[in-house]
């Protein structure tokens, strides 16, 4: 049985006052959530306010995004090592809006999946189609690709989760069908028994991302291969996340 995970992606939203805020109010209204894992991932900047107030609690702390070097003369970058010494323990690596703005290639993530696994952290390591790709017919072609640049050549990825986030639905409100979900969850689970083996498959959490709300977690819940969701927009407000880990239930 895969333990539920689900991942809350703040993007470029809440300085430090707004994210102590926000962990208030998920400390409060998730004190007794003991059926999932949930990480919260703010910015950089406002993860030491999110330490303090979500310490003791089973709320998780990741990063979105990290170098690979662990220091050096690198201006404006940030390391495994200094997200791992700030009280993270997740990191999301490929999110769809870095390789889209900044140039992040499955070269790059692999690089980037390496140097968090060896400070310790947990990747969490996005793939998606864009719509043009889902509509020539290539969705599967995609993240194959891109899960094998990104990780295929990491040894042991029992640390690591994926994230199926088909571009068209992120941000947009139109979310990916349960079916259609599941349908590249299953190939992503595939193609890490083929690599790594069954035992490891059938452990993978793989969760999906894309205009995740509480009234359509419940149907995606219903999928085999569904197991968390990575959620951005609806994981800034304390009641709308909630709801969304009490689907899980
Ligand atoms: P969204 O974002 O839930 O706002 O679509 C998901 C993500 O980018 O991880």
């Known amino acids: 049985m895969r333990k539920p995970l689900i ?3 703040w993007k470029m939203f809440t300085g430090p006052s707004a994210a102590e805020s926000l962990s208030l109010a998920l400390k409060t209204t998730l004190k007794d959530c003991n059926w999932a894992d949930i990480v919260v991932c703010p910015p950089f900047t406002s993860i030491s306010a999110v330490v303090s107030v979500l310490k003791n609690t089973a709320i998780e702390i990741g990063a979105q995004d990290t170098f690979w070097e662990s220091e050096g003369a690198y201006t404006g970058e940030i390391s495994p090592v200094m997200i791992r010494e700030a009280g993270c323990g997740w990191v999301i690596i490929g999110h ?3 390789r889209a703005h900044f140039g992040e290639s499955d070269q790059t993530v692999f690089k980037r999946v390496n140097a968090a696994m060896k400070a310790g952290l947990k990747p969490i390591v996005c793939v998606g ?18 899960l094998l640049g990104g ?8 640390n690591l989760t994926i994230a199926y986030e088909p571009v068209w639905a992120i941000g947009t409100g139109r979310t990916a ?64 996340f909630s709801r969304i880990i009490e689907s899980a239930k």
């Open 7 to 9: 991942a809350g992606n």
């Open 129 to 146: 189609e864009t719509l043009q790709q889902r509509d020539s017919g290539i969705t599967e072609e995609i993240v194959k690709s891109q």
């Open 177 to 240: 069908t349960p079916r259609q979900a599941q349908d590249v969850h299953n190939v992503i689970r595939t193609i890490i028994s083929e690599k790594w083996g069954e035992l490891t498959a059938s452990a993978a959490r793989i969760l999906y991302g894309g205009s995740v709300k509480p009234d359509n977690a419940g149907d995606l819940w219903q999928e085999d291969d569904i197991d968390g969701f990575l959620v951005g927009g609806a994981s800034l407000n304390a009641d709308t």
């Open 96 to 98: 769809s809006e870095r």
């Open 151 to 158: 990780i295929g050549e990491i040894r042991a990825i029992s």
